[in-house]
């Protein structure tokens, strides 16, 4: 192989960015999924480092920006019925009416009036402070919901902060029973003052109507009788008057006067419901004993031996067991060596080991307090709650029962205080009304039963006032609590995946646009023209340290030498032009070696560095660039003083000094004149021109030309002015063109 030889010390080509080196025969398809994966092949470690940079901050923005919020809730408890003493046994109760009356009430918690009385107290809450509009926030941020169609209202909140969002919670209860309880009690005094007014207006009726030698509602006969509609009392001392039963209204001993069997009725009444609520009563005390019982095991249990073992295995116990050893052995070893071992001595070694063993021994109790306490406590947690619960409903029904005892007493005591049904006259009155019709006795009768109506609706609404609040705080806001970080963790994972695909798009995409060559196939995609060379390796690996490699290189060279000379040469051409669509393609790499090949070849061969602005010939012949054609384009000398003749054999003119005369100059008659001088001594004339598609001169020189060398550089040239370049040679009409492939695998050299 009689290869061209590059100058050991000829500086290598201008540095680049570092990229990877294309596997050996790799060839693309020309499939669009296949281009793709060579795009990221070819720029896989950009992917990866600029890829981790986005992911990492995607990821950290995503984890701050989906951050699981804090979730706190409440519970309100809703009667089914209204508590009061005449009604809370009654199973008549429409179930729709507690549907809407509950409905009612999520409408009303989050309304303005709610909102803005809690936020009132919550108003310096870091999370408040922070919305534009707080009221705004609030109904979009709490939730209502009434679960199961039960007895129980939940309210619930999320929020960043957990402290905020309990105390959030606790102000919104505590404005809505306030707000609810305010309201039911102004609309009940109201009705209970329009009911006292009819009452009152009825009871004048009654009293102006009743006829002559009759008496009023209250008023009794002479003789002790009781009239129709009065109020029966006890028997009285002669000449007392008769003294009210205490705890009864003057009222409600009239409406038991006049209705015996409400009385009956209502005793029994409140006989049941303090049995039924004895028998709650009890259970409950069963289940709070169980209860307790069980937190008292959970309290008095034992160790678990895992937890001793896990505290052996810490690494403060281990290091504090080391040392009471270590002290211990210290101790022995001195009392088995000392001829004294109880002298002063051995006791501070005693003193030392004590002291490493009580703190061991504390420093081991107290781990395992703090596990085994951890540990109990979540044991205990959902067993205190329901604790709790079941002593709020315990203390609710003591308070019913000691209610209904109470009223139980009133009622025993006053129908005791009753006369006898036979006594009272009022069945005998009314068989009297109804054997002989009066009209005066039935206007009075009509008059009668719409007072007594009244009266009875004006007691309910009473005990209605009296009863407890329908609605009322089961639990205040519970320990807040994360939810939701499977979403958090999703959002990070894609944020960090994002990045990745975001710079696989990139490189995909700017590959796209500027489709530079990266395979053999690529460049007879391109290029119209025939490819004649393929060079293995870049420009530096000829002159590199691998021998490898550089005897590969030369071997393409000579490769392209005998194409040349067989195809070129043998048909009459002597000068080739060799040049690139654009610059930094390897035409002046080889054009070096193919003019040194020539020459080593036996051919008489000139090289001509004709890139006037950029001269690059001449490091790689390792001389310095002296006159050269820019001198003899102005007439400045002439050739032969001008051409340096190699060791291998080879002549080179260098480019010389730029000026713009020797542009000037580089057109018509003159290069025609200068090339044609050039040919005559020489077999063939090699001439390194500036990139086709830059510079004017370029394709002057190139039309003198026989042959036309277009250089395209793996991962240097686009394919799209690889094209255009070709095609330019083409319009010229060029006897001999083709394209030299720079930088191709060893495989793709073999074609």
């Known amino acids: 192989m009689t290869g061209p030889t590059f100058a050991t010390h000829a500086p290598a080509s201008p540095p680049r960015a570092p990229r990877p ?26 992917v990866l480092f600029c890829g981790t940079l986005i992911g990492a901050a995607g990821a950290a923005v ?91 209202i939940r309210i619930t909140f999320k929020g960043h902060e957990p402290d905020d969002a309990r105390k959030i919670i606790n102000a919104v209860q505590k404005a809505f029973v306030e707000r609810v309880q305010e309201q039911n009690a102004l609309q009940t005094q109201k ?41 029966p009392v006890a028997p009285a001392a002669p000449g007392a008057a008769p003294a009210p039963t205490p705890g009864l209204t003057q009222m409600d001993r009239a409406i038991y006067a006049l209705e015996p069997g409400l009385l009956i009725k209502n005793v029994h009444a409140r006989r049941a419901e303090i049995e039924r609520l004895t028998l709650d009563l009890n259970a409950l005390k069963r289940k709070q004993d169980v209860l307790q019982s069980k937190l008292k095991a959970i309290q008095d249990g034992d160790v ?98 000691k209610e209904a005892e109470k009223a139980l007493a009133l009622l025993e005591k006053y129908w005791a205080e009753l006369p006898p049904l036979e006594k009272s006259g009022v069945t005998q009155a009314r068989f009297d009304r109804e054997k002989e019709y009066k009209l005066e006795d039935s206007v009075l009768l009509v008059s009668d ?78 290029a119209p023209a025939p490819v004649v060379g393929v060079i293995p390796g870049l420009p ?43 610059g930094d393609e390897g035409k002046a790499f080889t054009a070096f070696g193919l003019a040194s090949s020539l020459a080593q070849a036996g051919y008489r061969t000139l090289l001509v560095d004709f890139d006037l602005r950029e001269p690059a010939i001449h490091p790689y012949a390792g001389v310095p660039n002296a006159a050269g054609v820019c001198e003899l384009l102005r007439a400045e000398t002439d050739v032969r003083s001008v051409v340096q003749f190699l060791p291998s054999g080879l002549h080179l003119l260098p480019a010389g000094k730029w000026s713009d005369e020797a542009r000037k100059a580089a057109t018509g008659e003159k290069l025609e004149a200068l090339l044609a001088k050039l040919r005559e001594p020489y077999d063939c004339v090699v001439i390194h021109g500036h990139a086709l598609l830059t510079v004017a001169e370029s394709v002057e020189v190139a039309r003198r030309c026989e042959a036309v060398l277009l250089c395209a550089r793996y991962r240097e040239t686009a394919a799209p002015l690889l094209k255009r370049a ?26």
Not at 21 to 44: F, M, N, Q, S
Not at 318 to 330: E, F, K, P
Not at 726 to 751: D, H, K, W
Request: aromatic residues 6%; proline residues 5%; neutral net charge.
């Open 726 to 751: 070709a095609e330019r040679v083409a319009t010229m009409e060029i006897p001999f063109s083709g394209v030299v492939y720079v930088g191709a695998t060893e495989q793709e050299a073999l074609c």
């Open 449 to 526: 039963s719409i007072f007594r109506d009244t009266a009875q609706k004006f007691y309910l609404t009473q005990l209605e006032i009296a009863a407890p609040a329908r609605i009322s705080v089961l639990q205040q806001a519970s320990t807040p609590t994360q939810k939701d970080t499977k979403k958090q963790l999703l959002g990070t994972g894609f944020a960090s995946v994002i990045g990745f695909v975001l710079m696989g798009l990139g490189v995909v995409g700017y590959e796209t646009v500027s489709r530079r060559v990266s395979s053999l196939a690529d460049v007879r995609a391109a």
């Open 62 to 152: 995503a984890w701050e920006l989906l951050a699981s919020k804090y979730e706190s809730y409440g519970l309100f408890r809703v009667s089914a019925v209204p508590l009061n003493v005449v009604n809370q046994n009654s199973n008549s109760q429409p179930r729709a009416d507690f549907s809407t009356y509950v409905k009612t009430q999520l409408t009303l918690l989050k309304s303005e009036s709610v909102l803005n009385a809690a936020l009132r107290d919550i108003k310096d809450l870091p999370t408040i402070k922070a919305q534009k509009d707080p009221l705004k926030f609030l109904d979009e941020e709490l939730v209502a919901s009434w679960p199961d169609q039960s007895e129980v």
């Open 540 to 582: 530096a690996d000829a002159a590199g340290k691998d021998p490898v490699r550089r005897a590969a290189a030369n071997e393409a060279i000579d490769k392209l030498r005998a194409y040349v000379s067989q195809t070129w040469l043998s048909r009459g051409a002597t000068a080739i032009a060799v040049t690139s669509p654009i």
């Open 21 to 46: 080196a294309p596997k050996t025969g790799e060839r693309p398809d020309d499939a669009a999924g296949a281009r793709i994966l060579v795009y990221l092949k070819l720029h896989w470690l950009m």
């Open 304 to 401: 678990s031996p895992l937890v001793r073992e896990r505290v052996e295995a810490d690494a403060d116990v281990d290091a504090a067991r080391r040392l009471m050893v270590g002290a211990h052995i210290d101790w022995t070893k001195h009392a088995r060596n000392s001829a004294d071992p109880s002298g002063p001595a051995i006791q501070k070694f005693q003193q030392i080991y004590e002291a490493y063993e009580k703190r061991y021994k504390a420093l081991k109790e107290d781990k395992i307090k703090t596990i085994e306490g951890v540990r109990k406590l979540q044991e205990a947690t959902p067993i205190v709650q329901e604790l709790q619960a079941v002593v709020f409903r315990a203390q609710e029904n003591e308070e019913k029962q």
């Open 191 to 231: 009705l209970l003052e329009q009911v006292r007014e009819a009452r009152d207006q009825m009871e004048r009726t009654v009293r102006n109507e009743m006829p002559t030698g009759k008496t009023g509602p209250g008023v009794v006969r002479a003789g002790g009788t009781a009239a129709p509609g009065a109020l």
